[in-house]
């Protein structure tokens, strides 16, 4: 069946540090792909999303590709600030209802 | 300004007591969605609503109850037959299933 798997945390990371945060599919067809974020008590904020193969999504300084051949869509920011943290949910949506992987929680400190 | 809002932010439920979350959007969507998140935990889907006066469940709809009356709004209610209910619950729509979803504030419901 369909699915997404994320790479488990929590992470911490230094402010300023490079921040990739793994996602890998399974589904048929072409489904498209976002990544999401949540602050501490509040509801899920679209962060970026790709609807092809080989497309890019950016927002804030991060990214992700949409990569059909390893089935990932991997998450990344080059410097990441104290603000960022939070937890990351990656999730597809092949049909008519979206899968949500298990989040990922990011921390990053001064 | 358009969004999705919920209501209450904190809700209390007593034993044996059915209680009703709230959730309304501007935005015009066809779709609407109730998840529900436990701690440390992802997103697990009660019932979603493509259309209007219908709905489908979802993985976890036992305990759960939906309507649709109107466009925009798709009140959950928590029944005593959910004897776990203490959880965050997060109501999403989109503008036509597959689509991006947005999502509202939530509503933390806890168990006295």
């Known amino acids: 069946g369909d699915s997404v798997t994320q790479m488990e945390g929590p992470v911490t990371l230094s402010e300023e540090a490079f921040l990739t945060i793994n996602c890998t599919y399974t589904?048929?067809?072409?489904?498209?792909l976002f990544w999401y974020v949540q602050y501490p008590g509040e509801g899920l904020q679209l962060l970026l999303k790709?609807?092809?193969?080989?497309d890019k999504g950016s927002n804030k300084g991060f990214e992700a590709t949409y990569r059909k051949e390893t089935t990932s869509f991997h998450l990344e920011k080059g410097s990441v600030q104290v603000s960022d943290s939070a937890v990351y949910f990656c999730?597809?949506?092949?049909?008519?209802?979206?899968?949500f992987g298990t989040g990922t929680s990011l921390t990053v400190i001064p | 300004d358009g969004g999705i809002t919920q209501s209450p932010k904190y809700l209390f439920r007593k034993e044996g007591q059915n209680v009703t979350l709230s959730c309304e959007q501007n935005?015009?969507?066809?779709?609407m969605y109730w998840y529900r998140q436990d701690p440390g935990q992802g997103l697990r889907l009660i019932y979603y609503?493509?259309?209007?006066?219908?709905?489908q469940k979802g993985d976890i709809a036992e305990g759960y109850s939906v309507s649709r009356e109107k466009k925009e709004s798709f009140p959950l209610t928590v029944t005593s037959a959910q004897k776990n209910p203490t959880a965050f619950y997060l109501c999403?729509?989109?503008?036509?299933?597959?689509?991006?979803?947005?999502f509202g504030p939530g509503t933390r419901l806890l168990v006295l």
């Open positions: 999403a729509s989109s503008e036509r299933a597959q689509e991006t979803q947005y």
């Open positions: 589904a048929t067809g072409y489904p498209s």
């Open positions: 790709a609807t092809k193969a080989d």
């Open positions: 999730a597809l949506s092949p049909r008519n209802q979206f899968y």
């Open positions: 935005l015009n969507h066809d779709a």
């Open positions: 609503s493509q259309i209007v006066n219908d709905f």
